[in-house]
């Protein structure tokens, strides 16, 4: 079974200055039993987590960082 789970947030590019949608494209792999996060428009930014949730928070670290 697959799966892609497809979230859009509001992520702030410089902290009270802009903000911006970006696509967060999560999907699951049957092999890892985990989840991918990966932020098309943002190139490099992606990370991974055993629940969608972690995966998402891991990500949106990743893009701020």
Request: proline share 5%.
């Amino acid at each position: 079974m697959y799966y892609m789970i497809i979230w859009i947030i509001t992520l702030s590019i410089r902290p009270k200055e802009s903000f911006m949608n970006i696509r967060v494209v999560i999907e699951f792999d049957e092999e890892t039993h985990s989840y991918s996060a990966v932020c098309p428009e943002l190139p490099g930014c992606a990370s991974f987590g055993d629940t969608e949730d972690e995966a998402f928070q891991n990500v949106k670290e990743a893009h701020v960082y």
